[in-house]
Each structure stands twice: as structure tokens, then as C-alpha cells.
């Protein structure tokens, strides 16, 4: 099996992009698993030559690489092959396979008017402007994995334009003519290319190559069953990395959205994936990316993780050092990198000062008793451990005749300046005696620390 993914460089690498970079990967893994060697060539289609730059080149790679699909060929940049399409496109003028047309978008419109709105355009040989493809009678049947086959009767298709009048040659002949060369035998793709697929068949036929095995792949949807777009939330790969997912959890979140192997809660691994993983599983219908869902199984490989490689991967993330204390106790709380600065950042950059309602609410006038008896029986406590801490703050309540919420949220606000935190007795033991101490009196004198 050859596969490829045939990104366009036009803006950066989407997630149904990334889907198909990652289902043609799979194919082509497992495929080599099972005794057949493949291979995935990563191709650019920078026929667009606006439009495609080179940073969203590289945002590309940098995409695939984060996500660990690495391609065997490539990057093969699509331009680099003009000259053998402007080679096939004289070789079609020759044959007479193809013509020249000064043709405009309005005579082709005054023809159909002429011939029928359901006919597809023929014109006429004037040796001069565009290039159109002559489409033959018959028809042409598409062999799909996913959508099984579907018959294109030609009557209905337009003389595909292949090249414009400067011989600079068009996108449907360029993909044919570089997936015949590169010897793809399957071509997996989002849906959205179904048309081109005909016009694509047309150009292996004047070639006289057996046509490659298709898959397309279904639409992405949001939650809310529309189109995946920004509104949806992220809708790139690099925007998932910067909210903190990590890659092997959008790898199987991706890998389970719309195929019919199993539900979108399990948790396997790149080898189990490779394994299992079959294009002809795919569902037809529209998969519905949920940004939640993907959250979920994100937490669920956090939690997994070793701390030492979650404390790395945070580190990477935040910039910061020095983390490992606070991602043990945070570990069970967070659902992405991006949770835990929030959840577990005052324990190194003090409480936070932007939640008067919590201080209002814990520390007045009960709070500060509550405190001032937390002091003094924290001030004594010898080792200062989670153990320790736990035992000692379980018994203030009864002591001070006040609800354990009172006490916990009293101590919880001092320290954090909110009540949201990692287990409170873990997080004053990482804090230890001294640091907590001075946050209970700044919090005693009304001052945030
Ligand atoms: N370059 C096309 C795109 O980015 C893909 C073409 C193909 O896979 O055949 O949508």
C-alpha cells in the first residue's frame, strides 16, 4: 500500500486535516503490520503560489511531527513537478484527448442554455486559451471504501479545465498526475473532494493506469451538528496543543471519531491503533468532533501518565520549573496542561487576589477565629506532612464548634486567595510550615499575600 497526505500550505493544519493525515497513516502502519511494507508520502499542494508560504509550510510539519505522523517520502512539493504536468497536459493536446478553448465562464453558461442545463459542456477545438479535457462517453465508477460505489455518467460532467491559457497546469490534473507517479494505490481524503474525483479518474484513464482504491472521508461536524468551524472552539492543531491537549490523546480521539470499531471513550495505544484500525470501518455519516469528549480523554491519559513525564510535559508547557510537588497533587484534577497553572500556580506565585468573594465569604470574623486556632496548631505540628496536616485540621471543627467547610475553606482561601485547589492537606504540606504560616497572618491582617 502507498498512501499520501496532500496538504494544501494555505493556513494551518485543520483538524479534519489532521484526521486525514493520521487515517492514511494508520492504513499504511498497518498495513506493514500485517506483512504488506507501506508507505506514506507526505506531499505539498502548493500549486497555490499566494497562498501557500512558506511558514504555513512549516506550521504543517510542525503539526504532523507534534502529532508523531511521521512520513516515510516527502515533503514533495507539488510546483516542483510542473514540468512533467505541462508535459502530460501537450501529451493530452497531441493525442487529441485535449483541445483549446477561449471558452469563458459565461459562453459555458450560453451553451448549457443552448444544450440543456443537465449536459455537460463540450467545446469546440480553437487552439488557442484554456485547457479542457475531453471527456468520452461512458461513464465512470468510483470504488469507495467507506461510500462503496458510485457511478458518474459523463453526459453530466463538464470538459474538466486542466491547464489555464499560460500552460501552468490545474489542480485536478497535478493530483492525478503526481499520485500516478508516486504509485498511490489508495487515496484517502476528506469527502469534500468527491467531485474531483471523476475529473481525477478521467486524467488515469488518458494515461492508460489502473485507477487507485478511494476513501473518503465523512465531514466533520461540531456537537451542535454543523460544520466544525472556529465557533466550534479549537479548530486547529496547533490551537489544541496551546490549550494543553496532548498529542496521543488527540491521536485517539481522532482515530475513534467516525470509525465503527469502537465507541470514542477507549483508550488505545498507537500499536493497538495500527492494529485495529480499518478505512473500510469508517462510518459514511459525519463525525461530530466534541471539544468535551476530547477533554475527557484527555484528563484520562494525564491521569495515566507518570508523574515524572506529566511534570516534564507541564514544565515544557508553563515555562516553569521546579513542578513536580504540585503536579502530584494536581494530577487527578487537571483535564489538559492548560488546567493546571490555574488550579496549582499559587502555590508558587502566591494566593490570588482576584477573588474578593471568596475572601469575603471565609475570612471575616469566623474565618479569622478559625484561623488563628489553625495557626497555633500548625505552628506545633512535628513532621509537617499530608499525614499530619490532614489529622490535625480533621480535628478543628469539633474543637471550634464550626462546620468542617468553614474550617477547610478558611485555611483553602488563606492559601490560595480561592477556594479552588489540589487536596488542601497535600497543598499545605507542599507549602510546609513557614510559607503557610506567613499566609494565614497576611491573611489575619486582611492583606493579600
Ligand atoms: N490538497 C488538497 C487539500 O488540501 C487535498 C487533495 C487530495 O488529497 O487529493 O484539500
Redesign the pocket.
Known sequence: MRVRF???PTGALHIG?AR?ALYNHLAARGATRRGDPSTFVLRI?DTDRERSTEENVAQILDALQWLGLDWDEGPISQVSHEQRHREVVEDFLARGLAYRTTATGDDVKAWKEQHGQEKGYRGEDEGEGAVRLRVPEGETVVHDLIRGDTTFAHVHMDDPVIARADGSPLYNLA?AVDDIDLGITH?V??E??IS?TPKQLLVYEALGVPAPIYAHLPLLHGPDGKKLSKRHGAASVQELRDAGYLPEAVINYLALLGWGDSDDQTILSRDELEERFDLARVTKHPARFDETKLKWLNGKYLREMSVDDLTARLEAHTGRTGLRGAVEISQEKIGTLDDFWPLAGFLFDGPKTDDAKAREQWLGEDGQRILGRVREVLAGLDPFDTETVEAALRELPQTLEAKPKAVFQAVRVALAGTTISPGLFESVALLGRDETLRRIDLASQGVPA
Open positions: 496532500a496538504p494544501s486535516g486525514a499542494e493530483v487515496v481524503r476528506g469534500d473532494h474531483n
